[in-house]
């Protein structure tokens, strides 16, 4: 792993000390998993050479900005200007004219301006550093959106003695993009007079301001989609070698994972869709099995007379998930096998024989098949959720599969020394699933988190012998195997199955209770969309802490590294997870809190209604009650 970027730069998360520095708690992220530098200040007392952006949903807003002259196009006042090469998105450090800026601060603030050039995010200015996360906020302007073009309708911003008046209407009839000082050439209706000035001096006119506003605004406290799109990570970087350094990486980054996007099988498309098995399809799900069967037969007898094979195979396939639909899932298996054996890369195959592999319990084999279909056809449909989902049933077997070799919680040691890293014989834990370049998380005895490649390490402990439990092919965790159901099972066939595991495991029939109690959970669960989502993609699995990335984001970063983007500095997410999680923690709190009050409102009307009336002679009626006992 590389560690050449560890010694880098600071968050940006700024507070000013005095008019002439700022002060700014630093919090670089180690590569590769390293733990996190926490405390200390740095102080600057310039702008960066460029900034480095993660986190936002809008994927265009991430990347590396480099520092470039003065724009005098733009709309605002850029004192100081910076450009996503790749994306052609901008961070600008603007004069306020004219509007409320977003901090409060009279004059300045920091800006996100995306490539169509409307403001898209704005953060208090006066500082050199802008922060992260939740102190930008989304930011609607249409007088300052859009490019200028030529012939575009424009007022005069303000009043410019000898030359216009405020809010006076003009036209556009000259651009120039070379990077002049007064780019913009307008003709004044009111006096036909031609000026040269710069972009930040106009605005769209009024009757324009729709062609600009190509966007609406968000509060990202209400909307969580607009929470998601803020920039979670903004670091910066003194320096342009650094900058330049990054970038190189960056390319090596996107080189590396281009030849993964749009992998299809070109003659897949062709003859796969045939028309018997569609009407044997129907017959299947409307439960007229045999005739099914009959058709499938009947479809493959014609295909293999005809020497497609590949169409043969793809029949099996059906015929496999025929057999699913039926529960009878070592048929289904068979099917599938005999498929692969004449097509071992034909997707429908495929996919097929990895649900197959699901239904069997076979969950290490169901992950590979599915590796295998994504090295075939990464473009197939949900394929990231069926790894999400085979990858959380291992889980909930209490052996989660990272690689062929190892499993989470496996015990590995060092084959050699390492500097920096690790010394040889040293042991660690595997903790889940790293990156494409490095696939195992392992915490080592000293607490660091380092991701590596296998052929680094060797298994030191049985992984039988796990914390937390033995692996077993039925663990009551996995409701799939404890229901007896297909891996894409129907609400039909859920019901089915549960009156089904019910019936034979109820205790009145001499069932176990704890078998019983297991079906009632597991059908819960499943029946529910909320609780099943939680549970297939593994959330309800536990964690160490909120900075821990979640099963979905592991299997992201191994599968599809595209998503996630360029990371040089760790999770982006970092303090996103943290404010969810205190946002988690007050909200139980909250519940407890209604509950505990609701108590002792009831515990208080409980004892007011048993409470003795005072009007009342206690001892009246005493010696009645004794006579009637």
Same mark, same amino acid.
């Given at each position: ?21 700022? $002060?700014f708690p630093t919090n670089p992220v180690g590569m590769h998993g390293g733990a996190r530098r926490r405390g200390g200040f740095g102080y600057v ?10 986190? $936002? ?82 930011v609607l302007r249409p007088d300052f959106g859009g490019k200028i073009k030529m012939n575009d309708k424009v007022m005069t911003r303000h009043q ?97 994972? $281009? ?35 009959? $058709? ?185 195997? =404890? ?31 704890? =078998? ?95 409470k003795p009336d005072s009007n009342i002679n206690n001892n009246e009626g005493v010696d009645h009650i004794h006579t009637e006992l």
């Amino acid at each position: 792993p590389s560690l050449s970027m560890r010694d880098v730069l600071f968050a940006a998360v700024i507070s000013v000390a005095a008019a002439s520095q700022l $002060s700014f708690p630093t919090n670089p992220v180690g590569m590769h998993g390293g733990a996190r530098r926490r405390g200390g200040f740095g102080y600057v007392s310039q702008f960066p050479r460029g900034f480095y952006v993660a986190g $936002s949903s809008i994927r265009d807003a991430n990347g590396l900005y480099f520092h470039i002259d003065k724009d005098q196009t733009m709309l605002h006042n850029c004192e100081q200007l910076y450009i996503n090469r790749d994306t052609g998105w901008y961070m600008a450090y603007v004069e306020v004219d004219g509007y409320e800026s977003v901090g409060g601060h009279p004059s300045r603030e920091w800006l996100f301006i995306d490539k169509d050039r409307n403001d898209r995010f704005g953060t208090k200015g006066g500082s050199y550093l802008p922060a992260a996360g939740v102190y930008w906020e989304h930011v609607l302007r249409p007088d300052f959106g859009g490019k200028i073009k030529m012939n575009d309708k424009v007022m005069t911003r303000h009043q410019l003695k000898d030359f216009w008046e405020q809010d006076e209407p003009a036209t556009v009839v000259g651009v120039n993009t070379e990077g002049v000082d007064a780019p913009i050439t307008i003709k004044l209706e009111a006096s036909g007079k031609q000026v040269s000035t710069q972009g930040f001096r106009v605005k769209p006119n009024k009757s324009e301001l729709s062609k600009h506003r190509t966007w609406e605004g968000k509060l990202h406290e209400q909307d969580e989609e607009a929470f998601d799109e803020l920039p979670w990570q903004v670091i910066a970087i003194m320096s342009m070698e650094k900058m330049e350094e990054l970038y190189r990486d960056k390319q090596a980054y996107d080189a590396k994972i $281009s030849p993964k996007l749009g992998i299809t099988s070109s003659s897949e498309q062709d003859d796969v869709a045939f028309l018997l098995g569609n009407i044997a399809d129907v017959d299947c799900e409307e439960g007229r099995h045999e005739k099914a069967h009959a $058709s499938y037969d009947a479809s493959a007898e014609q295909a293999r007379s005809e020497g497609n094979m590949r169409l043969v195979a793809y029949v099996h396939a059906r015929k496999g998930w025929c057999f699913r639909r039926q529960f009878k899932f070592n048929e289904a298996l068979a099917q599938t096998e005999q498929g692969l054996a004449l097509e071992p890369s034909l997707s429908p195959v495929l996919f097929e024989h990895a649900l197959a592999l699901l239904d069997n319990g076979r969950i290490p084999e169901a992950i590979r098949t599915l590796e295998s279909l994504l090295a075939t056809n990464n473009e197939w449909d949900n394929l990231e959720k069926w790894l999400l989902h085979a990858h959380a049933r291992s889980h909930h077997r209490k052996r989660g599969y990272v690689t062929p070799q190892y499993c989470v919680g496996d015990i590995v040691a060092t084959k050699a020394n390492y500097p920096r890293l690790w010394y040889k014989g040293e042991q660690g834990k595997v903790l889940g699933m790293g990156d494409m370049n490095a696939p195992l998380s392992i915490q080592f005895s000293r607490g660091n988190i380092i991701g590596t490649q296998e052929e680094h390490v060797y298994k030191v402990t049985d992984p039988n012998a796990l914390e937390g439990g033995n692996y077993s092919e039925t663990d009551p965790l996995d409701f799939h195997t =404890v229901m007896n159901i297909p891996a894409d099972f129907t609400a039909k066939e859920l019901r089915a199955a549960y009156k089904k595991a019910r019936f034979a495991n109820h205790p009145d029939r001499g069932g176990d209770q704890d =078998v019983f109690q297991n079906i009632a959970l597991a059908y819960r669960t499943l029946s529910d969309d909320a609780l099943y989502h939680d549970y297939i993609t593994g959330k309800t699995l536990p964690k160490t802490n909120y900075e821990d990335p979640t099963l979905q984001e592991r299997v992201e970063a191994r599968y599809f590294p595209e998503k996630q983007g360029f990371r040089a500095f760790g999770d982006p997410f970092e303090r996103k997870k943290q404010l969810q999680e205190e946002k988690r923690t007050e909200a139980i709190r909250a519940k407890e809190e209604a509950e505990r009050l609701a108590m002792e409102k009831e515990r208080a009307e409980v004892e007011e209604a048993v409470k003795p009336d005072s009007n009342i002679n206690n001892n009246e009626g005493v010696d009645h009650i004794h006579t009637e006992l």
